[in-house]
């Protein structure tokens, strides 16, 4: 490779690399906000349904998170999607005290997974598995309908549209189960979805998300 051409291609790999998102400072390359940025988002506490029922998130479905999230749903950014999951394992582990023995990624209608080309909750799920040293599996649940989008629904309206919307494929032979997913807007998925597991006989379910709504 001839000598001039090495600042060149520093330069071009310079511009691949975008800045922060949010302020424009220079970023980390492993590294999906700047390090002041990271350091300013504040984390959610952590809530019970019940006893059997945890509920963990890493960030408020907020700017900035917000703004990535949709950012990375819509413009396909696998790349951008596996940095907020390491981001969200650095706050969940140090949060999660009663390991689960399984994490079940929110499944998506097989029509929106083969338009998005991924699972978000799947790529969510995987360095969090890895951190955990537990298990993710996809292949014990699936999504049966594509449920209209629950911010457009009544509370009634919205328990409807999810009772139905998963099922099971096999029995699931664990005792402690987490659900993963990147946003809950509404606490009827999640009812919905520890019935259907608790109806398998599993006895604690736990729910973990990449971001909560801030009301
Ligand atoms: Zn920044």
Known sequence: MPSWYTPFKRGWHALLRSPCPLCHAN??????????CLAALPTPPAFELDPDFMVLYAFYYDKPI?????????????ADLQLLAQLMTARLVPRI???????????LHPKRLRSRGFNQALELAKPLGNALNCPISTAFIKRTQSTKAQSSLRATERVENVQHAF???????YRHVALLDDVITTGATLGALKHLLQAQGIERVDFYACARPLG
Not at 27 to 33: F, I, K, T, V
Not at 66 to 78: N, T, V, W
């Open 27 to 36: 970023r980390a390359d492993e590294q999906l906000l700047c390090s002041d």
């Open 66 to 78: 917000r703004e990535l999230i949709l950012k990375l749903k819509f413009a396909h950014s696998l």
């Open 97 to 107: 005290i009663d390991k689960p023995e399984l994490i079940i990624p929110v499944p």
């Open 167 to 173: 099922a099971v494929i096999q029995p699931i032979p």
